[in-house]
Structures are given as structure tokens and as C-alpha cells.
């Protein structure tokens, strides 16, 4: 048996390929939700909109300090593995869920797997990149992405039984659900005008972003600018830590639609009929390539390395006027680079390895 842990809003959107395929084929596995994210619009919707079952287990951690939502994760986590025992744990990406999850399991002795193991941005002040390498180097099945992450995994000295290239499981959730989009959602309200190629779609939520005011500051003014430069409409929805932060800030900018967050199937229209697409998100940066829109990323370094090279993505910090230049320099790119992250089998081919390796029965 499986044990999934997740709990955040890009682990359930880039586990829903996996849970899939282990629900046609039936292979034993349960849900361990941490509940590190939980309101309606960062987690119950994707699970709505995805036909994913209800977890199994939901540890309610909410937010806190690191150190306070990575202890309660483990201690919630070690004694629902301890009752079950599962014969694999499979953690996802780089939150504190994931460090937790598979540090809970490294200790039981369970076997862990890391799906999108191998990601680097070499800059260890983002907590996500200390998450990654606990993850990766605690655990057994590295799901490497590319052969670029596969290649930073043997760099550590990761032993290459170990490392497997399965693509990235967001090409599926991206092929799985933007045609159910397209299909069955109506225009959002208040969005009722945008026209196809003619917006800007803007997300933002990293801490060393939206936590210091001078980034925040710089990246709002940045889209005004570009709003007042381009004339496009510039959509904005809108993470609820970014959302806090404006707030204690008292930060605002003139003409951009702000609005809550939105389900998947909506976002992923609203990315693949954007012009330009300006965020800090991981899981955006790779959407954008693979659905051939321009990405600018609001950020000094990135580690989706692959989008650089096939010259989907720049990067731009968080300076309104290199926020600026480089969109410029986006708006100009013409569409039309490959697909690094594989061809949407991703999935399948993680559940064909844990079941060659006998985790399934
Ligand atoms: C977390 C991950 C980040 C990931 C992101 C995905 C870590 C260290 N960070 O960041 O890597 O990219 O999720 O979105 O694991 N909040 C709500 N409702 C929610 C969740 C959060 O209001 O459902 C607010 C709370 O004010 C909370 C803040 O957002 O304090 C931050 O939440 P947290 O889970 O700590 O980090 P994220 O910024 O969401
Ligand atoms: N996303 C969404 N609604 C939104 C914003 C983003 O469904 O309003 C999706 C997006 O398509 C991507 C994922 O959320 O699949 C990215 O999550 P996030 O940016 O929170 O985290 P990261 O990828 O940076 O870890």
C-alpha cells in the first residue's frame, strides 16, 4: 500500500495524475492531507474540480513558524504511518509538507519517494530549497523531472539506482484538465471583457517576495507600469499570504484586477489566453512553457533551469523597471520552444516503478 502525503494547493494539482492512475488501477493507497493549506480556494476546490477522494487522513496543521508547521506535520504524520504502515511514502515538490512528510517516514524506516526530486536554485535562504535537499537526500525513489534535476541528483552523490527520469507530473494535470476547462467554465464574473492574447495574468507568493516590503512594493509598481505601457488588461489572482502582506503593508496598485484565488480549470484558461504571464510560482513557470504562453518570473533565480533554456522564461527580481525591460523582451518572444518536461505520462510511469519495486500490494 501507498501512502500520499500532501497538502498543499500545487501537491494536490501535481498528485491529482498519480492518484488517478492509482485509482485505475487499482493499487491500494491512502491520502494523508497535512492541511497545511485549507481554505476553500487554496485546497477543497481542487479537490471538487479534479473528482479527487476525499483524503483519508487530514492533520489540520494550518500556518505557523516553520519549525511549529513542520513539527506538528511529523508528529501527525509518524503516528498515522506507524498505524498503517504503508510499504511507500510518496511526498511531492518542496513545502514544509514535504520535508516533513518524508522525514516522518525516513525515521519509520518506510521507504519514501520523491516526486519532482532533483530541483535546484543553489540559494539555500528560500525554504523550499532547504526542504528539496532534506527530501532528496532521505529518500529512496528520486522522481527526477528532467535529465537536467536527474543531473544535479548524481552531482550529491545520489546512487543512480535510485534516480529516475519520469517527466514532470504537471504535463498530465495540464493535458488532463485544460480541454474539461475550455469545455465547462463560463467566463469568470467581472472578467467578462478580456480577449484572448490581449491580458496579463499575474501570480506572486514567495515569502522572499511578498514578507519584505521593497519587493512587494517593486513588483506592484512593475505591473502598473506595464498596465500603463501596454494597455492590457493586467489579472491578478491573488495568494493569501500576497493578500495578507498588501494588507499589513498597506499596499495597493492602480488598474489591476485583483481577485481571490481561482480553481485550476479556470487559472489554466486564464494562462493558456494570456499574453504574457509575470509570477514567482514554480508550478506557473512550467505551465506557462508547456501551454506556450511568455513567462517573465519575479524572481533572481529559478530552479525550472529548462524554461530559461528553451527560452520560455526570463528572470526579473522583483525592480519595477527590469520588471519592465524584460517583459518588453517577452512580449516580443515568439512562442514555439519545446516541452522540457516530458510528455504527460509522468504519472503512469512513477506508479509503473512502484509497482515493479513491489509497494503496491
Ligand atoms: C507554501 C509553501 C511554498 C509553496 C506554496 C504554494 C512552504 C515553506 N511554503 O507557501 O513552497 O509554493 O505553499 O502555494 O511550505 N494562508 C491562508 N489559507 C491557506 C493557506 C495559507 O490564508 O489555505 C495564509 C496564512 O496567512 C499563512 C500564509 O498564507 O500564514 C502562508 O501559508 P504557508 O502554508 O505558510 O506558506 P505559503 O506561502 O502558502
Ligand atoms: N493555480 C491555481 N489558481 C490560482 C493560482 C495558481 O489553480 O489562482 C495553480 C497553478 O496552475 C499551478 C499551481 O497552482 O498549478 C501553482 O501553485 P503555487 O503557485 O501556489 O505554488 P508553487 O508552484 O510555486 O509551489
Given at each position: 500500500?501507498?501512502?500520499?502525503v500532501?497538502g498543499?494547493?500545487?501537491?494536490?494539482?501535481k498528485?491529482?495524475?498519480?492518484?488517478r492512475?492509482?485509482?485505475?488501477?487499482?493499487?491500494?493507497?491512502?491520502?494523508?492531507h497535512?492541511g497545511?493549506?485549507y481554505?476553500?480556494?487554496?485546497?477543497?476546490?481542487?479537490f471538487?474540480?479534479?473528482e479527487?477522494?476525499?483524503?483519508?487522513?487530514?492533520?489540520?496543521?494550518?500556518?505557523g513558524?516553520?519549525?511549529?508547521?513542520?513539527?506538528?506535520?511529523?508528529?501527525?504524520?509518524?503516528?498515522?504511518?506507524?498505524?498503517h504502515?504503508?510499504?511507500?511514502?510518496?511526498v511531492?515538490?518542496d513545502?514544509?509538507?514535504?520535508?516533513?512528510?518524508a522525514l516522518?517516514?525516513?525515521?519509520?524506516?518506510?521507504?519514501?519517494?520523491?516526486?519532482e526530486?532533483?530541483?535546484?536554485?543553489f540559494?539555500?535562504?528560500?525554504p523550499?530549497?532547504?526542504?528539496?535537499?532534506?527530501?532528496?537526500?532521505i529518500?529512496?525513489?528520486?522522481?527526477?523531472p528532467?535529465?537536467?534535476s536527474?543531473?544535479?541528483?548524481?552531482?550529491?552523490g545520489?546512487?543512480?539506482?535510485k534516480?529516475?527520469?519520469?517527466?514532470?507530473?504537471?504535463?498530465?494535470a495540464v493535458?488532463?484538465?485544460?480541454e474539461?476547462?475550455?469545455?465547462h467554465?463560463?467566463?469568470?464574473?467581472?472578467?467578462?471583457?478580456?480577449?484572448?492574447?490581449?491580458y496579463?495574468?499575474v501570480?506572486?507568493h514567495?515569502?522572499?517576495?511578498v514578507?519584505?516590503r521593497?519587493?512587494?512594493?517593486?513588483?506592484?509598481?512593475?505591473?502598473?507600469?506595464?498596465h500603463?505601457?501596454?494597455?492590457?488588461?493586467?489579472?491578478?489572482?491573488v495568494?493569501?499570504?500576497?493578500?495578507?502582506?498588501?494588507?499589513?503593508f498597506?499596499?495597493?496598485?492602480q488598474?489591476?484586477?485583483?481577485?481571490?484565488?481561482?480553481g485550476?480549470?479556470?487559472?489554466?484558461?486564464?494562462?493558456?489566453?494570456?499574453?504574457l504571464?509575470l509570477t514567482?510560482?514554480?508550478?506557473?513557470?512550467?505551465?506557462s512553457?508547456?501551454l506556450?504562453?511568455?513567462?517573465v518570473?519575479?524572481?533572481?533565480?529559478?530552479e525550472?533551469?529548462?524554461?530559461l533554456d528553451v527560452?520560455?522564461?526570463?528572470?526579473?527580481g522583483?525592480?519595477a523597471?527590469t520588471?519592465?525591460e524584460?517583459?518588453?523582451?517577452?512580449?516580443?518572444?515568439?512562442?514555439?520552444?519545446e516541452?522540457?518536461?516530458?510528455?504527460?505520462?509522468?504519472?503512469?510511469?512513477?506508479?509503473?516503478i512502484l509497482?515493479?519495486?513491489?509497494?503496491?500490494?
Open positions: 500500500m501507498l501512502s500520499l500532501l498543499t494547493r500545487p501537491e494536490i494539482i498528485f491529482s495524475p498519480v492518484i492512475e492509482c485509482e485505475r488501477r487499482d493499487i491500494p493507497y491512502f491520502v494523508l497535512t497545511q493549506h481554505s476553500y480556494q487554496m485546497d477543497r476546490i481542487f471538487e474540480e479534479l479527487l477522494p476525499e483524503p483519508e487522513y487530514n492533520l489540520d496543521v494550518g500556518s513558524l516553520h519549525g511549529e508547521q513542520t513539527g506538528k506535520i511529523l508528529a501527525g504524520a509518524e503516528k498515522v504511518l506507524l498505524q504502515r504503508p510499504d511507500a511514502v510518496l511531492q515538490g513545502t514544509n509538507t514535504v520535508l516533513a512528510g516522518a517516514a525516513a525515521k519509520l524506516r518506510i521507504p519514501v519517494g520523491h516526486v526530486a532533483g530541483l535546484r536554485s540559494d539555500r535562504r528560500m523550499e530549497e532547504i526542504n528539496r535537499i532534506v527530501a532528496d537526500h529518500g529512496d525513489l528520486m522522481f527526477a528532467t535529465g537536467t536527474a543531473g544535479y541528483l548524481r552531482q550529491e545520489i546512487p543512480e539506482e534516480i529516475f527520469v519520469t517527466g514532470n507530473t504537471v504535463v498530465d493535458r488532463e484538465n485544460l474539461i476547462g475550455q469545455r467554465r463560463g467566463i469568470l464574473p467581472g472578467l467578462e471583457d478580456l480577449k484572448r492574447g490581449h496579463i495574468l501570480t506572486a514567495r515569502a522572499e517576495n514578507d519584505e521593497e519587493n512587494l512594493s517593486g513588483i506592484l509598481k512593475g505591473l502598473e507600469r506595464l500603463h505601457e501596454t494597455g492590457m488588461p493586467v489579472v491578478f489572482p495568494h493569501p499570504r500576497t493578500e495578507k502582506m498588501m494588507r499589513g498597506s499596499l495597493s496598485a488598474g489591476i484586477r485583483f481577485m481571490e484565488p481561482v485550476y480549470l479556470d487559472f489554466l484558461r486564464l494562462e493558456s489566453g494570456a499574453r504571464i514567482d510560482s514554480g508550478g506557473v513557470q512550467e505551465e512553457c508547456i506556450g504562453i511568455p513567462c518570473t519575479l524572481r533572481e533565480n529559478t525550472r533551469p529548462e524554461t527560452g520560455s522564461n526570463v528572470l526579473a522583483t525592480d523597471g520588471i519592465m524584460r517583459s518588453r523582451v517577452m512580449l516580443g518572444r515568439v512562442p514555439g520552444w516541452n522540457p518536461y516530458g510528455d504527460g505520462q509522468a504519472g503512469r510511469r512513477i506508479v509503473d509497482v515493479e519495486k513491489g509497494f503496491t500490494g
